[in-house]
């Protein structure tokens, strides 16, 4: 069983930065780690995953080069550094756990999830 617990999120005006935390409660080292996020009236997209076997980063096309994942497994964990935000990026984000540790970009793979954090860029 693994628990998460988001923070960090918060408005910012378009062209800002935000830094989101996830602190897993149980197994974590060997998880791929996730963010998603849901705006409004939408389903939830992935975001960025980074393995638990290598530590390798994905990201969705359109935050590649502003966001970045990372992780720490000596404090359990995740962090999704979002520079350059953009108004159309206003959404909840959740942190995600897969116990798979080769990553995944699917939704339905991830057998964990934190209750979100709502991040809104105004224009």
């Known amino acids: 069983q693994v628990q998460l617990v988001e923070s960090g999120g918060g408005m910012v005006q378009a062209g800002g930065s935000l830094r989101l935390s996830c602190a897993a409660r149980g197994t974590f080292a060997t998880y791929t780690m996730g963010w998603f996020r849901q705006a409004p009236g939408k389903g939830r997209e992935f975001v960025a995953a980074i393995t638990g076997s290598e530590g390798r980063p994905y990201y969705v096309d359109s935050v590649k080069g502003r966001f970045t994942i990372s992780r720490d497994n000596a404090k359990n964990t995740v962090y999704l550094q979002m520079n350059s935000l953009k108004p159309e990026e206003t959404a909840v984000y959740y942190c995600?756990?897969?116990?798979?540790?080769?990553?995944?970009?699917?939704?339905?793979?991830?057998?964990?999830w934190g209750q979100g954090t709502q991040v809104t860029v105004s224009s």
């Open positions: 995600a756990a897969d116990s798979s540790p080769y990553g995944s970009f699917l939704y339905s793979d991830y057998d964990y």
